[in-house]
């Protein structure tokens, strides 16, 4: 036909797949890297490409992933079942990595345990189904940064990419690796180890939890409204999520509060939202070593 170029090889799947990712996800997505680069900076100045492994047992899905990271200039593996996408998550250090919950061999809640785990922190994006809300919670309690609920708009799940990374950047850029440790009252932040102490002893802490103890370390006194926490801590606006900030602070207070049902250093400011009151923390009891969780997750 005159006048009409060939689809690219990421155009075709995306029109095969149209019926079940929606026309709004072709049309928006068709030139996406052109205008969405996904790049760190080497010591020398160099352009490093991010490294990202996806782990998705369906290939249509895991080859649109590809195409379109690979189209924001990252580095992409895949992994097509559980005991390859374990092995592989855990034997080298990746940027980003895409996990789909339902997986051949082991799923991606034993991935996403095994990795806050046995590794250093890694951000973790879930593929999750709509039906599976115990998944997904399950998922973000053991440290998952965020999810995506299948089927997908491909704008949506780079739009969240983007923002992990950005966090991700952002953080590193104020807090380098070797910085002092942050003090607030009792807290101790290790920010290179990922390390929180309490009373000089460690406390384990997911990674979405260590993010925002840090977000509320790093700004003592100051209020923040759940929106603002959403937006700084978990990288965008999450519209009607704001329950998972209070499903977090709740689990915080759990671990770092003497008495989580009247909260001294995590404080409630009614109608407002949340800050860090050290100076109003109580004096935990004497509790011996034996007898609190030591091993801190990445």
Request: with cysteine; aromatic share 6%; net charge negative.
């Amino acid at each position: 036909m005159t006048g009409l170029t060939q689809p690219t090889a990421a155009n075709r799947l995306q029109i095969n797949m149209f019926q079940e990712y929606g026309f709004r996800a072709v049309i928006l997505s068709l030139d996406f890297g052109s205008i969405f680069q996904i790049r760190t900076t080497t010591e020398l100045g160099q352009v490093e490409k991010r490294k990202v492994l996806v782990i998705e047992d369906e290939w249509d899905i895991a080859q649109l992933l590809a195409l379109h990271l690979r189209d924001a200039d990252c580095e992409v593996t895949l992994a097509a079942d559980g005991h390859e996408g374990m092995r592989m998550a855990l034997a080298r250090d990746w940027n980003l990595i895409v996990l789909d919950l339902r997986l051949p061999g082991p799923d991606g809640l034993s991935i996403c345990q095994a990795l806050r785990r046995d590794r250093a922190y890694v951000p973790i994006l879930m593929l999750t189904s709509k039906s599976s809300e115990l998944d997904r919670v399950l998922g973000l309690e053991l440290g998952a940064d965020d999810y995506v609920t299948k089927p997908f708009s491909i704008s949506e799940l780079m739009a969240r990419v983007k923002a992990i990374f950005r966090r991700v950047e952002a953080l590193e850029k104020r807090l380098p690796g070797g910085a002092e440790p942050i003090a607030a009252g009792p807290l101790k932040v290790d920010t290179g180890a990922r390390l929180v102490l309490l009373d000089d002893e460690p406390v384990a802490l997911t990674a979405r939890e260590f993010d925002l103890l840090l977000h509320f370390v790093r700004h003592p006194g100051q209020v923040f409204s759940r929106a603002k926490l959403l937006d700084s801590v978990w990288g965008y606006g999450h519209d009607g999520y704001e329950h998972t900030v209070n499903s977090h602070i709740n689990r915080l207070r759990a671990k770092i509060e003497p008495n989580p049902s009247e909260p001294s250093l995590i404080v409630t400011v009614w109608g407002v939202g949340y800050k860090l009151d050290p100076g109003q923390a109580t004096p935990r009891p004497s509790i011996s070593r034996g007898d609190r969780t030591l091993t801190s997750v990445q």
